[in-house]
């Protein structure tokens, strides 16, 4: 059964390239298991998406900037 509280969230970053966002990716999946993550870096603005329950997009936006990188939210 789906869950309700399921929630996509979208960030705006400034990784540089397709492996920088692999790694990263690869560290917020293990930070946050149960999350689908992916990048988008044909996209201008070299996109973030988190999905699942209950997104915390400070801590986040957090693990992006501990490692160097800027990262917000997108807004729309």
Do not use: W, Y
């Amino acid at each position: 059964m789906p869950s309700r509280n399921k929630m996509v969230e979208v960030f705006k970053t400034n990784v540089e390239n397709s492996e920088l966002a692999d790694q990263l990716a690869s560290a917020l999946h293990d930070r946050f298991p149960f999350f689908k993550i992916n990048f988008d870096m044909d996209d201008c603005d070299r996109i973030l998406r988190v999905e699942g329950n209950q997104i915390n997009s400070e801590k986040i936006i957090e693990v992006i900037s501990a490692v160097g990188f800027e990262c917000k939210i997108l807004e729309s």
